[in-house]
């Protein structure tokens, strides 16, 4: 949580080379929402970070992000590799509902938000977060989970350390 703190206190500024943007730290922010039996799962990255995650993945020479169906199936294929949910014991697949850049001042960001369906009434929701670890060794990941109607919040740090956590409702 220091660290997203951090980032909202000293936003990021361009580097000197060409306007290129360089971060000194690599985070992926996830907010989800629970109600019944659906999550909805929206989750922002450094665009450059995702970018190149996506093309050591596919192992691709080149991969740029934008709004389409070829790059979403491209990112829906790692991100359910590296991000798994799971309740009662049900392994929940995502379906992207939306994508899209945002600027974080000058850095450009990433988000995705998904959508996942389970059978039954959701009561505990295991999130096992290995988002981008496998690229940078100070990769940190935040998740923040929310139930409805109740309201109950909880939040979640993933690192190399600690992948997986389970929300209690």
Do not use: C
């Not at 943007?21 to 989800?32: E, K, P, T």
Request: hydrophobic share 45%; net charge negative; charged share 25%.
């Amino acid at each position: 949580m220091l660290l997203f703190v951090l980032a909202l206190l000293f936003p990021l500024g361009p580097t000197p080379q060409a306007g290129l943007v360089i971060h000194d730290f690599h985070i992926s922010y996830g907010r989800v929402a629970v109600e019944d039996n659906v999550v909805v799962f929206r989750v922002r990255f450094f665009k450059d970070d995702l970018e190149e995650a996506l093309r050591k993945y596919h192992k691709a020479p080149e991969f740029a992000l934008e709004v389409n169906p070829a790059v979403d199936a491209q990112f829906v294929a790692y991100f359910n590799e590296r991000l798994v949910l799971e309740t009662e014991g049900q392994q929940l697949t995502g379906q992207i509902i939306g994508s899209g850049e945002e600027m974080e001042g000058k850095e450009p960001m990433w988000w995705y938000a998904l959508q996942y369906e389970a059978s039954a009434t959701i009561k505990k929701l295991t999130i096992k977060n290995q988002l981008l670890l496998e690229l940078f060794d100070d990769q940190k990941n935040i998740v923040k989970v929310r139930h409805f109607p109740d309201d109950k919040q909880q939040s979640y740090y993933f690192d190399d350390d600690t992948v997986e956590h389970t929300a209690s409702f």
